[in-house]
């Protein structure tokens, strides 16, 4: 089966960087995707990683180890409106056509 | 541009009442997924559609509940004879389909049917 873990919350000053980690385990990779959902709202894509390394987005960036099973999304500059809960999600096996998720790190940016 | 549409948006129900939530996905996605989830917990994948096609069911997705999506466009999950334990968020999704999922082709969430069962 498949285990995606991610710490439950975080807390960070306004301006500041933060790093939400996820660890992964499948039967097969195929792809780590991180999604941001607002309280009440729903998930909205922020980034996909395959190959290992860093991805950048403006504030955002992602970084994958395939090795090691292992994830992060990195905010900069943060700002009060990124206080929502960061989802990580992988397709179960490979060629899957559906995410996983894990619980999601709620984070609260603070001033 | 529409994204996934959900309807109704909240719903209360009483326990042991059948309930029926419609998803209108993004025009010319083929896949249409349904997920649940509740306070504090990523959404759980309950069953997806390719085009008219019901492909994979979760072990999560008991008898009570149906999903149909009859001309590979809108989709309805029903749930039977309500239970407390069903009170969540149900949301919706959809892809474009054809290919494995990857940044061009990711998952698109409507906003959710909330459940109630009192």
């Known amino acids: 089966g498949q285990n995606i873990d991610q710490p439950t919350e975080m807390t960070a000053t306004e301006g500041a960087i933060v790093q939400i980690n996820c660890t992964y385990q499948?039967?097969?990779?195929?792809?780590l995707f991180w999604y941001q959902q607002h309280a009440g709202e729903a998930p909205t894509f922020l980034s996909y990683?395959?190959?290992?390394g860093l991805e950048e987005k403006g504030r955002f960036s992602s970084f994958l180890s395939r090795s090691k099973g292992y994830s992060y999304l990195l905010l900069k500059e943060l700002q009060m409106k990124d206080s929502a809960s960061y989802l990580c999600?992988?397709?179960?096996?490979?060629?899957?056509?559906?995410?996983?998720f894990g619980k999601g790190t709620k984070l609260s940016v603070i001033p | 541009d529409t994204g996934v549409s959900q309807n109704p948006r909240h719903k209360i129900t009483k326990r042991g009442q059948n309930v029926t939530f419609r998803c209108d996905p993004i025009?010319?996605?083929?896949?249409l997924y349904w997920y649940r989830q509740t306070l504090g917990q990523g959404p759980e994948f309950l069953t997806y559609f390719q085009n008219e096609a019901q492909l994979e069911k979760s072990r999560l997705l008991s008898d009570r509940f149906s999903a149909e999506r009859p001309k590979g466009s809108f989709s309805t999950l029903e749930i039977q004879r309500t239970e407390q334990g069903d009170s969540a968020m149900y949301l919706c999704a959809s892809s474009k389909g054809l290919r494995t999922l990857s940044s061009g082709n990711t998952i698109y969430f409507g906003e959710g049917s909330w459940l109630t069962v009192v």
């Open positions: 990683n395959v190959l290992d």
């Open positions: 499948t039967s097969g990779f195929n792809g």
């Open positions: 999600a992988s397709p179960p096996r490979a060629g899957s056509y559906q995410l996983t």
């Open positions: 025009s010319e996605h083929n896949r």
